[in-house]
């Protein structure tokens, strides 16, 4: 080929990258693909010939510097591979580009390392993009939520490429949006991480609740979670959940897939990266916190089979004067995980100066992505105003609409405890909830002791300044 044909270069040809090459040529973009291993990259051709009509021209390459030649300048590379490998292969990489030429991160990158990359290459002249991308592998392949942040002048030039390939909310709006400068891009898909976390720990504790507590069976947790489809709650997550409920084990055991998976839960890292930056930012996300903590606790399979023989306790509800409380819960749960996440990305906004406009976040999220919910208009909404609160329960009509329903959450929280299911994030969603509408907590205890034991000193409500006290020890 005398000239260059492809319009962008796809490095990592796994599930994800060769599914979003193929997303992109189905939109008549020419794709070209790389892997070091040419049977990798043959196989790539071949199987774009089975999966792509004729709109798009797709090729994989093993030759690097042959890769690099068939880009059209300025040369688009988007990387789709570990967050272990990215310095890796930008290092390989910039041995061989131009000024100009553009890298995008479409993996999950922690933020800071993404701000940190945008400012060696900027420094080289090379344009750099962080890509959040949800959806998984079916995502990748029919249209994913995406998240971009970084070099300005660069996403527009990848947009018109990248804006057909996106999953479209039903209101037609594209799943794709500028999330700004920065690590932007793979904060806000770190964050949409930890929603994700948070809101499979809640329906993990509805399936506990009703499973091992209330002793329903799978066919019947099936029916009530397929009856929310039509509800408020229609969402990714519980669809896929009424889909597991009753699937068959495709071992041929003779029973449910779900009641033959071990229940241990690791984690990849992405929610705890949200508990860190929440706290290192000093935004409460005690949901998400409990979602990480759950997972780490499953971890402890072994130990747990040896304690659940030591320790005592209660075991069971009643099922039939919880279920008609569950959706009120679960729906305010879900509603204080989304703000939490939000309220995280308002303040990164004012830390970082990313400038995420958040009504963009909450738009792209609609569609293509794992935490999709109609409750996400809810959300557009809130952040279209001119003036939107910094956390949404900080609006009348969503702190009203939380009123209505913290009854039911209530009620799931203390049968939870009655009955001795563990009940994490909803517990968590209902401490979060009370905290807001407490006036006064006890922090003037805390603060009175560490000045009692360090003279850390205290403020007064009838003065201003910082006080300390000579505390009287009393015998």
């Known amino acids: 080929m005398a000239n260059p044909n492809f319009d962008i270069g796809i490095v990592g040809l796994g599930v994800m990258g060769a ?13 070209a693909g790389y892997h070091p291993h040419k049977e990798k990259a043959d196989a790539f051709t071949q199987h774009a010939k089975a999966e792509v009509s004729q709109k798009g021209l797709v090729q994989g390459f093993s030759d690097l510097k042959i890769f690099l030649n068939e880009l059209k300048k300025p040369r688009i590379v988007l990387m789709l591979v570990p967050a272990g490998a990215v310095d890796k292969v ?6 061989l580009l131009d000024k100009h030429d553009i890298l995008i991160d479409g993996g999950n990158s922690h933020y800071l390392h993404t701000q940190r990359r945008l400012d060696r290459l900027s420094d080289l002249g090379l ?7 949800s959806g998984g592998e079916s995502g990748a392949r029919n249209g994913p939520s995406m998240m971009p942040g970084g070099d300005p002048d660069a996403w527009k030039h990848v947009a018109p490429l990248l804006e057909p390939a996106a999953a479209v909310a039903d209101d037609g709006t594209p799943c794709i949006a500028w999330m700004g400068r920065g690590g932007s891009g793979h904060f806000v898909k770190m964050v949409h991480n930890g929603i994700e976390y948070a809101l499979m720990q809640l329906l993990s504790e509805v399936y506990d609740l009703l499973h091992r507590g209330g002793g329903l069976s799978h066919a019947h947790l099936q029916r009530l979670f397929t009856s929310w489809q039509d509800s408020s709650l229609a969402s990714y997550l519980i ?3 009424a889909d597991i409920l009753t699937q068959p084990d495709d071992q041929n055991t ?8 071990r229940d241990k839960a690791s984690q ?6 949200t508990s860190e930056a929440a706290f290192e930012l000093g935004i409460p996300t005690p949901v998400i ?7 780490n606790l499953s971890d402890y399979y072994e130990e747990r089979q040896q304690t659940s023989k030591l320790l005592s306790g209660p075991l069971g509800i009643s099922p039939d004067t919880l279920q008609a409380r569950l959706a009120g819960a679960l729906e305010t749960a879900m509603f204080l995980s989304y703000s939490q996440g939000m309220h995280l990305i308002d303040k990164a906004n004012k830390t970082y100066g990313f ?19 109609d409750m996400l208009n809810e959300f557009v909404d809130i952040y279209s105003h001119d003036t939107p609160p910094v956390n949404p329960i900080f609006s009348k009509e969503h702190a009203d609409k939380l009123s209505m329903l913290e009854s039911d959450l209530r009620a799931v929280v203390a049968q939870g405890a009655l009955g001795g299911i563990p009940l994490s994030a909803f517990s968590a969603s209902l401490a979060y909830y009370d905290s807001w509408r407490s006036a006064r907590l006890p922090a003037n205890l805390i603060q009175a002791q560490r000045d009692y034991f360090g003279s850390h000193t205290y403020e007064r409500l009838d003065q201003n300044g910082s006080f300390h006290t000579h505390w009287h020890h009393q015998d």
């Open 19 to 31: 599914n979003f090459g193929f997303n992109l040529a189905s939109h008549g973009i020419h794709v």
């Open 289 to 295: 916190d409990a979602a990480v903590s759950a997972r």
């Open 90 to 95: 930008i290092e390989e990489f910039t041995q």
């Open 254 to 261: 003779g029973h449910l897939l779900l009641d033959q998976i």
């Open 127 to 133: 344009r750099y993009l962080g890509m959040g991308i």
């Open 268 to 273: 990849k890292g992405t929610g705890k990266w």
């Open 239 to 241: 669809d896929i959940t």
């Open 355 to 373: 400038n995420t406009p958040i009504a963009s976040v909450a738009s792209i999220w609609r569609g293509g992505c794992i935490i999709r919910a």
